[in-house]
Structures are given as C-alpha cells and as structure tokens.
C-alpha cells in the first residue's frame, strides 16, 4: 500500500467486496484507513465500493480514469448461490446465456472478469478470497485490514492510534455548545 503511494502515485485505495453481507465492510475500512493514516499531509484516500452494485459506475471511472488508485478485491464463494433463472425466460430476454445459472454464479462471474479487467489494465489489484462471510471470516478480514494499517503507520511515519484533527473538530463543537 505504502510502495504503491509513493512508488506509482496511487493515491487512493479502493476496497471492493463482492458480497451483499460484505456491503459495510468497505464502509469500516475507509473509517479505520483515514482516521488511522491522514496525518501530517501523508496517507492514502480510502474509498468504498460494492462489486455488482457499482459495476456500471465506479468500474469506468476505475479503468479509463487516472491511473491513482490500486485495489482490493474480496471475493465470497458464491458459485450455485441463490436462485436460478429460468432458461425459458433468460431466453425470452436475449440472455441465454443466463439461463440456468444462478444468481451467485453471475457474481462470482462478475467479480472474475472485473479482477481481469482490472490488472489487464495495469490496475495494482490485490484479491482477497472468503469461503463465506461468517464470523471467523469477517473477525480475519478485520484482523488482517487492522494490522495491515498499524503497518502502513509505522511506514508512513505516523501514529494510526491517535486521531488529532478529528479532536480539534470535537473541541470546537464542544467549545459552541458551552455558548449560551
């Protein structure tokens, strides 16, 4: 992470789950990533995105945009999860292709070809694969996102346990609610 911001100028890290149980994990680790490293002007812009959800938006932005970002990619085993799509109506709608499989299928499809996409572009892409995001699963990722910012800390040179910005801003508030 650190090697990528000053070696490549990748200034923003993007986390992107594909999993809808994973939808706020990306949420987390943009709390833990700023609070922790945006100190003394270093640090590294975290940014939260949600595979299917944001394949047709972020995805153009991620590919044909400035090359500053680099990514992680956590991806559940999703494969003959959910329901299937009819082939009769998958063929009804042009989407043969569908029919079949199930909705899982199309994600872990999804996520496959947007890790592809992603280095056949030169994108730094890092892959994080889960069985499934049960409690042991989630307590790892946590675990591993934690310490992975405790190190780009000791990196940066800064203290990821303090948070001196974000208190000057509770003590201004604190200062304008003590006024009469």
């Not at 993007?14 to 003394?40: F, H, I, N």
């Not at 203290?159 to 304008?176: C, H, I, L, Y």
Request: proline share 6%.
């Amino acid at each position: 992470a650190v090697g990528l911001a000053i070696h490549r100028r990748a200034a923003v890290s993007v986390l992107m789950p594909y999993a809808d149980r994973l939808r706020t994990l990306g949420l987390w680790y943009c709390q833990l990533w700023a609070e922790s490293l945006g100190k003394g002007g270093r640090g590294t812009t975290p940014l939260a995105a949600r595979g299917p959800a944001d394949q047709h938006s972020l995805l153009q932005l991620f590919l044909d945009g400035p090359a500053d970002k680099w990514f992680t990619v956590v991806i559940a085993d999703t494969a003959s999860d959910g329901p299937r799509v009819p082939a009769t109506l998958a063929d009804a709608v042009g989407l043969g292709h569908l029919g079949g499989r199930t909705i899982g299928d199309v994600v872990a499809a999804q996520a496959a070809a947007t890790v592809e996409t992603l280095i056949a572009r030169g994108r730094p892409t890092r892959v994080l694969r889960i069985d499934a995001p049960r409690a042991e699963t989630l307590g790892a990722l946590f675990m591993h996102f934690m310490l992975e910012t405790i190190i780009a800390g000791h990196l940066l040179a800064v203290n990821p346990f303090d948070q001196p910005a974000v208190e000057e801003g509770k003590t201004r508030t604190r200062a304008r609610l003590d006024r009469p």
